[in-house]
T-cell receptor
């Protein structure tokens, strides 16, 4: 597809379970970003990748959160032992590269609900 | 002080009027500025980017940047009910930082 693709679009799981969220960036985009947006709130930066490396993991809220990107394309965000406060929309974005003049383009997000 | 500040609104304007959305930022070395539109339940959509002082026009949208005042704005002319959304200001210093957004409501 032409845009950023995220899956699943919705995920409902029980507290304590692990979840994996997937992002497939726009073809040719080397930079990939994960954000979290809670209801009525702004975007919270989590992590970004340039190629397969993650120079900035400063936004990950706890060690239960991890992300990887292999082959310079698809990325997965994993949340272990989910908590109710993890409920949010997780957004992925990509850009040609990480730089000041590079706009980020967003996927439709994964709406995560922790029961 | 937040890095990027926006009035949360809601800003209500009548159809056909000009909507003016404002954003201030704290990092003086910020280089790039973006406006995103986010409809309820949808992801942010890039609508404007601006990199140098002055005005940049694209259709009904005009972005204005004043780096000395650390201020960026978005004007929407001939506002339509379909413009009703949350508008996010994003500023790039050493990374892209988003404001919390301004809710715009255009009443027909």
């Amino acid at each position: 597809g032409a845009g950023v693709s995220q899956s699943p679009s919705n995920k409902v799981t029980e507290k304590g379970k692990d979840v994996e969220l997937r992002c497939d960036p726009i073809s040719g985009h080397t930079a990939l970003y994960w954000y979290r947006q809670s209801l009525g709130q702004g975007l919270e930066f989590l992590i970004y990748f340039q190629g397969n490396s993650a120079p900035d993991k400063s936004g990950l809220p706890s060690d239960r959160f991890s992300a990887e990107r292999t082959g310079g394309s698809v990325s997965t965000l994993t949340i272990q032992r989910t908590q109710q406060e993890d409920s949010a929309v997780y957004l992925c974005a990509s850009s040609f590269f990480q730089g000041s003049n590079q706009p980020q383009h967003f996927g439709d997000g994964t709406r995560l609900s922790i029961l | 002080q937040k890095e990027v500040e926006q009035n949360s609104g809601p800003l209500s304007v009548p159809e056909g009027a000009i909507a003016s959305l404002n954003c201030t930022y704290s990092d003086r070395v910020s280089q790039s500025f973006f406006w995103y539109r986010q409809y309820s339940g949808k992801s942010p959509e890039l609508i404007m980017s601006i990199y140098s002082n002055g005005d940049k026009e694209d259709g009904r949208f005009t972005a204005q940047l004043n780096k000395a005042s650390q201020y960026v704005s978005l004007l929407i002319r001939d506002s339509q009910p379909s413009d009703s959304a949350t508008y996010l200001c994003a500023v790039y210093g050493n990374k892209l930082v988003f404001g919390a957004g301004t809710i715009l409501r255009v009443k027909s």
